[in-house]
């Protein structure tokens, strides 16, 4: 937790803002029930945002009624960087300011923290979002989409070559490269699903390690293009098949079909079943990602990252 609140009546008159309670649980996912059309992501995190320890996850509950009126959770991707999501009000309780409110906290509650940036991602087409990111100073700094291929997509009629994991020595020529020419598509950030945070050489090193980081069976030595090569993480689902979830992509436009095919003949050799990731709303990319067999979710609604410099 990043510290006490100070004094709740300070914050909203009309609402008691404080940690949100295991006792919650019901109610939050009462309030939450709806966002969408499938429902809400958060009963899925409601633990771990409850023992987050480092973040912090609020509630606003009405004074009068004890009804939970709004919550809000911010967490620390890194000692600096600090995310925001899961801000719900509940229909009743609109118009009076909790959002911009409990937002106005939280960015104070990172800067308390020693936290240096804040990032959120929200739906283009959510104007209240955005106009409460632009008037706390943030700045849009990229916009996204979210595609996915799964089995038993057939094998892309791409002509690529094969992937390999990239060596120990090959993390910094590859980092590198990444930097220079692809960095600039996710505004130099990692997709970290579903969130962005600034990446390292020594991530990139590690990855090696953990046979995360793909490269061009061809090599990465004397070429004047970048080299093509993908950073993922590899999560177990609950059917217990396995998912990779894209990173970063480094290759130069002419390469990246080639790269997201030969992605998807390495997903289907070793019985991964899912590819998915957000991918920035760029004509070369989605080429690529629809000849690899990669659709759009959502209809392809484009989500927005904003970013908050302290």
């Not at 996850?57 to 925001?84: C, R, Y």
């Not at 229909?91 to 104070?108: T, V």
């Not at 993390?171 to 990446?199: K, Q, V």
């Not at 790269?259 to 989605?286: C, F, H, Q």
């Amino acid at each position: 937790m990043v510290g006490p609140l100070e004094s709740q009546e300070e914050l909203l008159s009309d609402f008691l803002v404080r940690d949100v309670r295991e006792s919650d649980r019901e109610a939050v996912l009462a309030l939450t029930a709806r966002t969408w059309d499938f429902g809400d992501y958060i009963e899925w995190v409601f633990d771990d945002w409850l023992n987050d320890t480092k973040g912090r996850f609020l509630a606003a509950e009405h004074i009068v009624t004890g009804k939970l009126a709004a919550i809000d959770k911010m967490t620390f991707l890194s000692p600096k960087e600090a995310w925001f999501e899961g801000l719900r009000v509940a229909p009743e309780f609109r118009g009076h300011g909790l959002a911009s409110r409990l937002q106005a906290y939280m960015i104070d509650q990172v800067r308390q923290a020693g936290g240096r940036t804040v990032r959120l991602l929200t739906s283009m087409a959510n104007s209240a979002v955005h106009r409460m990111a632009y008037r706390d100073g943030f700045t849009l700094r990229a916009v996204f989409t979210f595609w996915k291929w799964t089995l038993p997509s057939e094998i892309p009629a791409v002509d690529d070559q094969p992937l390999r994991r990239a060596t120990a020595g090959e993390a910094d020529i590859l980092y590198h490269w990444w930097l220079r020419s692809s960095a600039y598509r996710s505004a130099g950030l990692c997709h970290r699903n579903w969130s962005f945070s600034e990446t390292s050489l020594e991530e990139w090193a590690e990855a090696t390690r953990e046979g995360r980081l793909f490269v061009h069976d061809s090599g990465i030595s004397n070429t004047p293009l970048p080299p093509p090569s993908v950073l993922l993480r590899s999560e177990a689902r609950d059917d217990g098949s396995t998912l990779w979830v894209i990173e970063a992509l480094s290759a130069h436009d002419d390469d990246l079909p080639g790269l997201l095919a030969a992605l998807v003949r390495t997903a289907r050799t070793e019985g991964v079943a899912e590819i998915n990731g957000l991918y920035v709303k760029d004509p070369s990319l989605e080429e690529g990602l629809r000849s690899s067999g990669f659709v759009p979710e959502d209809e392809g609604e484009p989500l927005c990252l904003f970013e908050l410099h302290m």
